[in-house]
């Protein structure tokens, strides 16, 4: 080893410069990380393969403005080097490293560290009055030739800078080391990879626009950092995370300031941060100081709804003054992906002053404009696009951004769901080619056959047990299947042996690969309880790993019919199908009297019947939907959601046992007693006492609260029950008393998510637990050490955020499919846009209802931006005249100088229905009033009062999906693709290229766990608990 100085020029955060000089040690041997070393490295971990044509080096100068073309999957063989990644380090701190980090930690990305500047031969030091850049540049090159005379030449390796110096001074020097620029190296190398060049010539764009920025100052100067954190320390400043008012954007955002940093007691709440100039460039979920500004300039918060068209530009009231301060500096951008809408030609026309300059609207309205600057300004007008916020400087009104990938023309249906994934930071990447060849195929040709050494270890069902699966109608994933049979007498009476069986995916699934549809159905985890047949008492359970033979794949309605006694088709019996038809049937009828027993056992503890989300979409063999159901509560859904339910009960009573400390639970804290108060409101408005004291008593009284002129009543309130529910959450036991294990909704101590890995992540999380926990019990250790309560506690939140971030797609996804049946009918002509509503809720300026046809929610203003009030005439039809609106507790009355007009609560109105387009943002659906009287039908509905319209929903979801197919199909066309897919990609094509309606609907289901895991009972079984009974 050899001892040599490093002088290092850094620069303070105060902008000094300091001159540093480090001891520098040398070695003979760093690793290379590829396998094709001549020399014996110790290359441990990732290596790179040496099946590419070349590896690539990327300057300091590439790796700290290019990362994002790296990042790319497809390029391989990549080699960072030492002085690359000091380079990101230093130049663009901590978050771009980490991702660096990151990158080079991820085994799907083909990318190595070689530590350049340890290695003896290739550091060169830096030389007398050598400008930093070229000396790294010198210094990566060198790093190249090493390299590639290390390999002994087996591999060509081309660095790619953008000093067009570099490559007219290196290119030619060295045989097999190339130098390029980035562009060049793209359109070389990687022509196909179109994406790439576009970004680059994008991110190149924006660099080459910052350059010639202006100097004129639009905002204050951001403190340095550690003037901030010494600020921080003294209570001068407050730190906390930025939060934009969604309705009034532009004015008022707050800083909802976290920990104890405040020492002034006095603040206990938001700081309101009112204006551009004050909020100072943070961006909404920013880490951010602020500074408080004196009291005589605190103000108040806007109170009035701004929402919809009730809002008057006049009437704006603030509250009390609170808290007020300016944004002295950033901690930390915490910026994403946003999705944008390039202004239409005219705009750009009218705004460039430079014409490369374009300003986009983001979709979230919370997020200011960007500037682009691009040369496809007219390609992408009207188009919706990812961008990336480079900067924003004080000199620049805007931040600074970069296009990333254009998703396609606003207001298509594709377009449309991408951007609320995205814009929900969820992330649907293809599966690369690589994970595709590691999936164990079963073919013809090399059937999958179990493995007999797995045979000697699993407890084997196939010859015993009669195992069938009961799934929504064309269900591919089905890791869930049930078993049920007696068992000889013991002593203490008839014996029932009820089996759940998931699907082992953990045995298969190293993390990141793939698994074998044929394989997970056969190898399983099983819980199975021996039971009395008479009282359901547990006399013993047994966890294991199993080997099936699932003998039925039903779905829903045929193992109804099947229970009912009616004639159905099962596609497993042959020709011999009485006998086993009976058993199956047997089977069923077992199944079914157990489920209701632990059913009702749950009630006794205060299980509660919630509504949850009142369509669900109906897919096809290709995962296209066809139909919006509406809920259908057939008793089957419930049985199995319940042997579901019991199943990830005891799993999670094992693991919790078994790991006091580290197991991942699912609880779900009791609500608020004040988000009752709407609830209670509304059920005293129609004679109903609701009491919320414990999960039992708002069951019971629930149950008691029916009107039998209107079922509806009962629907709506446990609506209004169910939106006052917090969120069912994870956590880990060594991270939460066990007295708030406790699940609310369920009415069970112990609860967690087992019955569904192939679907949700937390699953395997859990069957890992459980195998540990088998293991122990054998007297063996775990095979891997646990995660620690607090790795796992990190893990449960990371969770908790994806299922947050999953149910407000969802919602947003729902809005998204009611706009667009609405979208192109004409409201004043058209019968389907008027419709009967319920009002649920009364508000300040009008009310809230829901339109049952639709399963739609929804606001309806009695006061328009005029001052004008709705008023009824005498044949019940409303218009709008002047005049003045009065709120009571139950119902709301506008008097005009024709009358009083009264709207009650859980009265029905007719309503019309029509769509507020938006070109930026989403489209909203809008809604007023015709008549405040229950909405007749034409002709073909006599009956109003009929079983909530099933036509219109499914309607509504047919018209969207047909003109979605039709406008793909021509999209199919113009690309003249072959639309036949082999049976292996249609197999596996939610995986390679994810078809987005089914991907809406797997968001869905996510989002709604929550829901089904409080709805499943009695006939209101929520709509996810239907898609998917093992999700609850
Ligand atoms: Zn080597």
């Known amino acids: 080893m050899i001892k040599t100085e490093k002088v290092l020029h850094l620069k303070s955060s105060r902008g000094r410069k300091v001159r540093v000089v480090r001891e520098h040690y040398l070695r003979e041997h760093v690793p290379c990380y590829s396998s094709l070393c001549q020399a014996q490295c110790a290359n441990e971990g990732k290596v790179l393969s040496g099946e590419v044509t070349h590896y690539v080096m990327p300057d300091a100068g590439v790796a700290r403005d290019f990362m994002e073309i790296l990042e790319f999957r497809e390029i391989q063989g990549i080699v960072f080097t ?80 953008e000093d067009q110096n570099a490559v007219a ?187 490369q300059r374009i300003l986009a609207t983001p979709w979230d309205q919370r997020i200011p404009k960007i500037r682009i600057s691009t040369q496809q300004a007219d390609k992408l007008q009207d188009h919706r696009v990812i961008v990336r916020l480079d900067s924003w400087d004080s000199t620049s009104l805007y931040p600074n951004g970069h296009s990333v990938r254009v998703l396609g ?119 199975m309880w021996d039971l009395d047949a008479q009282t359901l008492a547990v006399n013993t359970v047994w966890y294991g790993r199993t080997l099936i033979q699932s003998s039925y794949q039903l779905y829903y309605e045929l193992a109804q019919a099947l229970l009912n006694g009616e004639e159905a088709e099962v596609p497993e019996l042959g020709t011999i199908r009485d006998a086993k038809l009976a058993q199956l049937t047997q089977a069923l009828e077992t199944l079914t009297h157990v489920a209701r027993q632990l059913r009702a056992q749950r009630d006794k503890g205060g299980a509660l019947e919630l509504e949850g989300v009142e369509v669900r979409a109906q897919l096809d063999e290709d995962r296209n939907i066809t139909a919006l159901v509406p809920r259908q509560p057939l008793e089957v859904h419930e049985t199995v959601a319940e042997c579901m339910i019991y199943a990830n009960h005891w799993v999670a009573r094992k693991i919790q046992e078994s790991f006091p ?98 679907r949700r992540y937390a699953d395997m999380i859990v069957h890992r637990l459980l195998t540990a926990a088998i293991a122990m019990e054998k007297g063996a250790g775990p095979a891997k050490a646990l995660a620690s309560n607090k790795e796992l506690e990190e893990v449960a939140q990371q969770i908790n955020n994806k299922n947050r971030a999953a149910q407000h797609a969802q919602k947003v996804s729902t809005e998204l499919f009611q706009c667009l049946y ?48 709705v008023s009824e005439r005498q044949d019940g039809g409303c218009d709008w005249q002047t005049g003045s609106l009065q709120r009571y507790l139950d119902h709301i009355t506008t008097t005009t100088a024709v009358g009083t007009s009264t709207f009650n609560l859980f009265q029905h109105i007719t309503v019309r229905i029509s769509v507020e387009p938006s070109r930026c943002h989403s489209d909203t659906i809008r809604l007023e009033v015709v008549s405040n009287r229950p909405h007749q039908a034409p002709e073909t509905q006599v009956q109003t009062s009929q079983p909530q319209g099933a036509r219109g929903r499914s309607q509504l979801v047919q018209e969207v999906v047909r003109q979605a197919e039709e406008a793909s199909q021509q999209a199919e066309e113009k690309r003249g693709r072959a639309s036949k897919l082999s049976t292996e990609e249609r197999e596996f094509r939610q995986s390679k290229c994810p078809n987005l309606y089914s991907l809406l609907e797997e968001v869905r289901e996510l989002a709604l766990l929550d829901l089904a895991a409080c709805g499943a009972g009695g006939g209101g079984l929520g709509a996810a608990a239907q898609a998917c009974a093992t999700s609850a």
């Open 661 to 758: 400390q580290q197991a991942l639970l699912r609880h779900h804290p009791p609500p608020r007693q004040e988000f009752f108060n709407q609830l209670q409101d509304s059920a005293r408005a129609r004679g109903f006492t609701i009491d919320t004291r414990s999960n039992k008593a708002l069951a019971d009284s629930l149950d008691r609260a029916v009107d039998p002129r209107d079922p509806l009543v009962n629907r709506l309130l446990r609506v209004m029950a169910t939106m006052a529910m917090s969120n069912a959450l994870y956590f880990s036991t060594g991270a939460c008393p066990v007295d708030q294990y406790y699940h609310y909704g369920l009415a069970l101590d112990r609860y967690t998510h087992f019955t569904s890995p192939i």
């Open 409 to 527: 023309r606003a207001g298509e249906l594709e377009t449309e769901v991408q951007t609320i994934l995205i814009e929900n930071c969820i992330h649907v990447p293809p599966f690369s080619e690589a994970q595709l060849g590691e999936m164990p195929v079963s073919s013809p040709e090399s059937p999958w056959s179990v493995d007999p050494a797995e045979v000697i270890t699993r407890r084997d069902l196939r010859q015993t047990h009669l195992v069938f699966s009961v799934d929504p109608r064309g269900c591919e994933d089905v890791d869930d299947t049930l078993s049920i049979r007696s068992l000889p007498p013991g002593p203490r009476g008839e014996r029932l042996e009820l089996g759940v069986h998931i699907a082992d995916v953990t045995h298969f699934v190293k993390e990141g690969s793939l698994t074998d549809l044929e394989a997970r159905a056969r190898y399983a985890m099983s819980v």
């Open 169 to 355: 001074e290196y290119s030619s020097l060295n045989c097999g080391v190339y130098v390029l620029c980035t562009q060049e190296y793209l359109q070389t190398f990687w022509p196909e990879l179109q994406a790439a060049l576009e970004l680059y010539c994008s991110i190149a764009q924006s660099l080459q626009e910052k350059g010639s920025e202006g100097t004129e100052r639009e905002y204050t100067e951001h403190l340095p950092a550690e003037v901030l954190e010494a600020g921080i320390k003294s209570g001068r400043y407050i730190q906390g995370t930025l939060n934009v008012n969604k309705h009034r954007a532009q004015h008022e955002a707050f800083v909802r300031f976290e920990g104890s940093s405040n020492k002034s007691s006095e603040l206990n709440s938001d700081v309101l941060v009112c204006g551009g100039k004050n909020r100072n460039r943070a961006v909404h979920g920013d880490m951010v100081a602020v500074e408080l500004l004196p009291k005589g300039e605190w103000r108040g918060r806007t109170t009035a709804l701004t929402e919809g068209q009730g809002e008057e530009k006049g009437d704006e009231t603030q509250s009390q003054p609170m808290a007020t301060g300016r944004v002295v500096g950033i901690l930390q951008r915490n910026w994403r992906d946003y999705v944008v809408t390039f202004p239409p030609k005219e705009e750009t026309q009218s705004q460039s002053r430079n014409s």
């Open 822 to 869: 609405f979208r192109d009918k004409d409201p004043e002509t058209d019968e389907r846009c008027v419709a009967d509503a319920v009002i649920y809720t009364i508000r300040a300026n009008g009310m809230l209802v829901f339109i049952p046809q639709y399963g739609l929610k929804g606001a309806v203003y009695l006061k328009n931006r005029e001052g004008q009030v």
């Open 82 to 161: 030492q002085t690359a990644c000091q380079a990101v380090q230093h130049s663009r701190g901590r978050r771009q490293y980490n991702r660096l980090r990151s990158l080079l930690k991820d085994p799907r990305h083909h990318c190595i560290l070689f530590a350049n500047e340890f290695q003896e031969y290739s550091y060169c030091p830096r030389e007398k009055g050598e400008p930093q850049d070229k000396w790294q540049t010198r210094c990566v090159y060198h790093a190249a030739v090493w390299y590639h005379d290390h390999l002994a030449g087996l591999k060509p390796v081309v660095m790619i800078t």
